[in-house]
């Protein structure tokens, strides 16, 4: 059998947007220099280069070219100016590593030129993008024709990309139709289209040219009746697409990769390999650092009050499931008049006699959680994550929540998407911990650096105080 070679295609719009943004920074500090009187030096060829190298690998990561300008430009622009900040925190590093290097001195680059590149990088690229979204806006949308689309499936895949086309198409002119055999009593879902009929109905608008797209969305095992329907549409010029079943398997990070010319479904996958487990340690290195400097006097404190509140030492490990599952060493303030690390490990529960009046305090506050940044700096732990449970509680869950280790292919995190959702502190009951659990894989699934921005800062506000933290 010959084997079949699928193409993947890229956006293309995401290429040359970051062509544009690679040339627009470098000619800007060019322009800068050149406006100043001077002429641009090896060494100030590199640091333009270096930058925008750097602002792009960044904004790959924090998800800034996979936002739809067209209809997001204030998100846009919140996740620029994030990017840009982050990128300069790291060229700024860097440039102070490199800056006793032989013939660094060679440069006319000062504070007062850096600062003007970046206002005007940030600037150039917003005003690039909101004319482009104007012009778009009030110019070529009013002549679009009506996109009429055709789903084949009141399925979940059929939902899905229902969604994904609303938001896709957004401020432009569509219309959807569903098409299913089914009866219609048979239909459990909610959707926001129509259904218009029969597949045969459909057919025939096709041929009759009354629908661009077709997406078909049937379970894999109706593979004779799509290929019927392929065989059907081949018979005209429409689009038609197939759309992945991949709610039959309840994956939970699914990936598409490559080996040679198969393209497979990873079904169990971190985005946390490669590059960005580069940027996600750069991260947690340099926010980690941050932070760490601004809780210094807070450290102290806390310290003392464990200190003096009950007869013991200040620090302990404990044993957690980091990364790949693997053991590691979790430091925390003590809270309690006991310390267990035992391979059974009761939770805290309100009004337990082992928790100190101090360690009261600080574990409903989050106060003990602070030496993490300790394990945050060595490399054990990351600064948003899933939180680490203790490894009792580990092989006890997961026998009874579905995907439960999955939340083990990125490392532990002091905050995280479930905690600044409510769900931290006492597990008391099982569906807690698969919300736990859902939220952590919803966040494994969409990570970005600006979701990890969010997530630090509405920490600040809801992530530390809860009721159920005993």
Known sequence: MKQQNIKMISDSYRTLTKAFDFIAINLLLTSILSFHGLEETAVDLSAGLLFSTIF?????????YTINTKVELKKY?????FSLLLTVSVFFILKLRLASLEGMQISNLNSHIYLLWYVCVWGGLSLSRTLCTLSYTYIVIPRLK????AIIGLTPAGLSIEQAL?????????SIEFYDDRSSSRFSYVNKSGYAGKVS??????????????YIALPMVAKDRIKDIIHQLSNSTVNAYIVPDLYTYKLSVSQIKRIGN???FSIFSSPFEGLGAVIKRIEDIVIGSLITLLILPVLCIVALGVKLSSPGPILFKQDRYGLGGKKIKVWKFRSMKVMENSEVVTQATKNDPRVTRFGSFIRRTSLDELPQFINVLQGSMSIVGPRPHAVAHNEEYRVLVDNYMVRHKIK??????????????????LDKMEKRVEYDIK???????????????LTVFKGFVSDTAY
């Open 56 to 64: 792009l690998l960044i904004s790959e990561y924090s998800g800034l």
């Open 146 to 149: 009506i996109n009429k689309i």
């Open 262 to 264: 198969v393209h497979t």
């Open 443 to 457: 966040y494994l699934q969409n990570w970005s650096l600006s979701m990890d921005l969010k997530i630090i800062f």
């Open 201 to 214: 109905e459909l057919i025939e608008k096709v041929k009759n040219d009354e629908i661009q797209s077709v």
């Open 166 to 174: 609303i938001s896709k198409y957004k401020n432009q002119k569509i």
């Open 77 to 81: 622009l919140l996740r620029l100016t």
């Open 412 to 429: 532990p995190g002091i905050t995280g998407l479930a905690q600044i959702n409510g769900y931290r502190g006492e597990t008391d009951t």
